[in-house]
């Protein structure tokens, strides 16, 4: 077998590793051994040596490093070639599933009807309203079919219609890298203005109409940190209304629910700030921002308002959170705020839609996520009920705050999203719209249900499982098992109708509730951050050991997947359980944290610290080494793996895998393969499009059931 070393020769190494992939029936795929090269990545707490630091380039136009990526795909296409026909099968039938054509749930909003829609072979949606009825003319938005075109990739990043209906804007990005460009669009003339202000994050219409707000994004390390302010009849540089200089926060704008004020929403890992700019002052070029509430360390809040008074979500002196009120005029002062929803040591308070009449709650009990209502006019507090062990309810669009009906969704691993709306005053649910699922797929065929598993230290962790009810839980299915487990993000169990393809070949699908996460309330995020992140990693552990244990699924063929922060979750498990999985699945995945972490001029590393430490300092720097996935990498036997990245990725740049692949290959022992799959021409999110993501899924999906022994 030739060992192929990249970059030795570029032209004769990739010509080599095609002929290998595709020219000869009787030689396997050989896989790219990438050069190793002297380097040492300097820290205050220690020197690493790192082989492979040369594949970084910020450009991505080194040719020595675009020649590995395409041998990398070529080797993986090579590796893949015998499961073509599976590969086509799988994509045909989830492209079965997926409705022709599809009209969203619509919104009322300052006399319109609002809707997304998706046409007959198209890759985006049309975004579209109605005056007064739905059954009034349509009025075309945005087509993003239109937009998109031909191109490679295409994504709309937000859009905004102006307070008196007159303008829309929106964001778009044509790289998958996450620095959108402004459009403004004149609904009543049709005129479309590339306002060249490009490398955005968010924009919004100010509450006059006339000007924007938005925010840019530094060019070096793209963290959201100026707004500025385009009033659209002047000429000159748009004035600067606010520049965040603490690089640990994110920046981005909106407007209140009552169209009255405009915002700034400044954000790190642990705290928050707002500033306020009111529409009566707009019409002063030179109107600045008012602070709502200082910063202080440790304090998150985030208010909007309707009526005569703000509704703030507040964590102070509330781990768990609670919602408070507080009059025009008094949100500087903190005394001045009463309790609407007081704090709850067993309820997690996520977000909340004010209203002038009611407000509407989505809290989580038990890792659930559900809904309250506080009735202003009858006092009543109650929780909207639901059948389903694990489940997902949501506070829809609702945009009008003088109404009495609120638009809600539901969904769980069995059931489609659904859309409701609830009549404050007769109590009435009406359905209002379910995501439509083609491919003969009837929510009876599948089950789903709640279970929780103990910990190594004793902390029960919940899981949510999903499966075809022809597949039996006594320990012959082959288990794929998914988590996240950071920044307090949680897992939800909602519909996939990708997944399909997996339960209907017999596989049960487990989600793994564990720490780093908020599913459990404040206190189980913090014990998955900074010094107790191992938890995330022996919680995903143990779930698999205690299904297997339980003898719910076959342990012989159990496939750990996770994405971003939690393809750094399964990366360490990799490291740290090799032997409990048959393969894992790693999706544009943070491996190399501590070089990451080091280098300030990196997209979004300083907002890190408060998530991941600082390793600059000796503690910190000891212990994410301690599990770092391409740091541990070691001599042993390695699961078949499949990890995947975008050349464009602004989140998890791309050389994060591709070191961790190169690393992997050159210490593993065993047969396993290591397959890398770079997308030469999108970011973290991966292909845009509703049909184009779907090749990855097949991919992944034929990579787990070859070798979980089912044909499909």
């Known amino acids: 077998m030739i060992r192929i070393l990249v970059p030795a020769s570029i032209a004769l190494t990739v010509s080599l590793l095609l002929a290998s992939c595709g020219g000869h029936d009787s030689d396997p795929p050989v896989p790219p051994q990438a050069e190793r090269r002297d380097h040492v990545v300097s820290a205050p707490a220690g020197d690493r040596f790192d082989p492979y630091h040369w594949l970084r380039d910020d450009r991505r136009s080194d040719p020595e490093v675009i020649a590995l990526l395409e041998a990398e795909n070529a080797y993986t296409q090579g590796v893949m070639a015998g499961e073509r026909a599976l590969i086509e099968r799988l994509e045909g039938e989830m492209r079965r599933r997926i409705p022709a054509e599809q009209t969203g749930a619509p919104w009322f909003d300052d006399g319109y009807w609002y809707y997304t829609r998706h046409v007959a072979g198209g890759e985006y949606p049309v975004y579209a309203r109605r005056r007064g009825s739905m059954n009034a003319e349509e009025e075309i938005l945005l087509d993003g079919n239109a937009l998109g075109g031909d191109r490679n990739y295409f994504r709309i990043g937000g859009w905004d219609v102006s307070p008196d209906g007159r303008r829309l804007l929106w964001l778009q990005d044509v790289l998958g890298r996450r620095q959108f460009q402004l459009m403004i669009r004149d609904l009543e003339t049709g005129e479309v203005v590339d306002t060249g202000r490009v490398g955005l994050s968010s924009a919004s219409w100010a509450a006059d109409g006339r000007s924007v707000l938005y925010v840019e994004n530094h060019p070096e390390t793209l963290r959201s940190f100026r707004v500025r302010r385009l009033l659209l009849d002047a000429e000159g540089e748009d004035p600067v209304l606010h520049e965040e200089a603490d690089t640990a926060f994110f920046t981005s704008v909106g407007r209140t629910r009552s169209d009255r004020y405009n915002y700034v929403f400044l954000r790190s890992t642990t705290s928050t700030e707002m500033r306020i700019l009111d529409g009566a002052d707009l019409h002063d070029p030179d109107a600045r921002l008012e602070v709502f509430l200082p910063r202080r360390p440790g304090h998150e809040y ?39 929803v007081p704090h709850r040591e067993d309820v997690f308070v996520h977000e909340f839609d004010p209203f002038e009449t009611f407000l509407a709650v989505a809290e989580r009990v038990d890792g659930l996520r559900r809904l309250r209502i506080l009735d202003y006019l009858t006092g009543r507090s109650e929780v909207i009920a639901f059948d389903e062990e694990a489940y997902v309810a949501q506070l829809g669009r609702n945009p009008e705050p003088g109404l009495r ?71 012959t299915a082959p288990l794929y098992q998914f988590a996240y487990g950071s920044y307090g993000r949680s897992s939800e169990p909602a519909f996939s109708s990708e997944r399909l393809s997996l339960l209907d070949r017999g596989f049960v699908f487990a989600i793994a509730h564990v720490r780093g996460g908020q599913e459990m309330g404040r206190e189980w995020y913090e014990q998955g951050r900074l010094l107790q992140k191992r938890n995330s990693f022996t919680d995903f552990i143990d779930v698999t050991r205690g299904l297997v244990g339980r003898g719910l699924v076959d342990g012989e063929r159990v496939f750990a997947t996770g994405g971003s922060a939690g393809g750094l979750l399964v990366g360490a498990v990799a490291n740290m359980a090799p032997d409990d999985y048959a393969g894992i699945v790693a999706h544009v995945p943070f491996v190399d944290v501590v070089t990451t972490m080091l280098d300030e001029s990196i997209p ?43 050349l464009w990725d602004s989140q998890v740049q791309y050389w994060e895998p591709v070191k961790w692949v190169a690393r992997l290959r050159h210490r593993k022992t065993g047969n396993a393969p290591v397959l890398l799959r770079v997308d030469m021409q999108a970011g973290h999110g991966g292909q845009s499009g509703r049909y184009r993501k779907l090749g990855l899924t097949a991919m992944e999906y034929a990579f787990v059931l070859r070798r979980a022994g089912l044909e499909g």
């Open 405 to 475: 009906r609120l638009q809600f969704a539901y969904t769980s691993l069995t059931t489609p999203r659904t859309t409701f709306e609830l009549d404050l005053d007769t109590g009435q649910r009406r359905r209002v719209d379910r995501l439509r699922v083609g491919g003969g797929f009837d929510p009876d065929d599948y089950g789903t249900r709640r279970l929780w598993i103990e910990a190594r230290d004793g902390t029960r962790i919940p899981v949510s499982l999903g499966w075809h009810v022809d597949t039996p839980l006594d320990g």
């Open 302 to 340: 985030a208010a909007d308002h309707v009526g005569d008074h703000w509704i703030v979500r507040t964590n102070r002196d509330a781990p768990n959170f609670r919602i408070m009120r507080v009059d025009d005029g008094g949100h500087a002062d903190f005394s001045a705020w009463t309790d609407l």
């Open 604 to 646: 979004l590393t300083t907002n890190e610290f408060d998530e991941w430490g600082d390793p600059r300092q000796p503690e910190y720097y000891r212990y994410m080494l301690s599990y770092s996935p391409y740091d541990n990498v070691v001599e042993q036997d390695y699961p078949a793996m499949l990890v995947t990245t975008g």
